[in-house]
């Protein structure tokens, strides 16, 4: 276990200028796109924008004070804002740089190099028809990519039987394209990736208190099956975490 505990940590400085080679960026290497590509010709759905969100206005305290994990979900949908607000809030993008070296969005990442994208599985959404989906961050859309029949079993099943999982209203799965890290910080990518996907589960958890809704972040999946799953290559793409949201009975 300990040798498996190595990324987590960080080099003194003799260590850094031995260990660590030079990087695709000082090698003036072409640097990665910030959204993985998409077919331009399928259309896309509208999302509301954030300057039109209504929810949300709940004290920042309040919400951090209540959050926790919740498993418990009802069979309601969500509305289309309260799905634009949590994808708002986890991958927004504020602005790119100018020089297209990195991107400014709603949640910190190392470097600016934000190495996620994230994927939707659709049971219950208000005028969304179920499906996989891919938030396409920099219009603040989403892309229909395919049906996926029984999703409920489905997910249940490659959560090692975390049958609850597969009952939210939405599957948040967060996928790594590390490159994007990497072309930086080579070998030490990895430390900062992992730090990176906190800030967005953690931003996921304050944005669905704040409208009250319910999620909990989940690592327990079977990697190769949902990988393909999301027609993912496993190796330069990959699942690294996870969430279902839904609304949560009240107890009385």
């Known amino acids: 276990m300990e ?10 400085q003799d260590e850094y200028e031995k260990e660590v080679p030079e990087s695709d960026e000082k090698k003036n290497k072409p640097f990665p796109l910030f959204q993985k590509p998409y077919d331009e010709t399928k259309s896309l759905i509208d999302l509301i924008p954030p300057e039109k969100f209504i929810i949300g206005k709940k004290p920042f305290i309040v919400a951090i004070n209540r959050r926790m994990s919740r498993r418990n979900y009802t069979d309601e949908s969500l509305t289309l804002e309260e799905l634009s607000f949590l994808l708002w809030c986890t991958q927004g993008v ?8 990195g991107v400014l969005r709603t949640v910190p990442s190392a470097g600016a190099k934000s190495p996620f994208e994230t994927y939707l599985i659709i049971n219950r959404v208000e005028g969304i ?14 892309l229909f ?11 249940g099943k490659l959560t090692y039987d975390q049958k609850f999982i597969g009952k939210g209203a939405v599957l948040f799965c967060w996928v790594a394209i590390p490159y994007r890290t990497e072309w930086r910080y080579t070998i030490v990518a990895h430390k900062f990736i992992a730090v990176d996907l906190g800030h967005v589960s953690e931003n996921l958890y304050l944005a669905c208190e704040a409208i009250d809704l ?32 839904g609304k949560y009975p009240t107890l009385i």
């Open 214 to 245: 319910g999620t909990v972040a989940i690592g327990y999946y079977e990697q190769k099956k949902f990988d393909t799953l999301l027609e993912l290559d496993g190796k330069n793409e990959f699942v690294v975490l996870v969430a279902p949201v």
């Open 94 to 101: 504020k602005r790119a740089f100018k020089d297209r070296t």
């Open 3 to 12: 040798n498996n505990r190595r990324f987590l940590h960080f080099f003194d």
């Open 145 to 155: 990519i395919k049906n996926i029949e029984n999703a409920e079993e489905l997910i």
């Open 129 to 142: 028809k179920p499906g996989m989906y891919r938030y396409i961050s920099f219009k603040h859309k989403l």
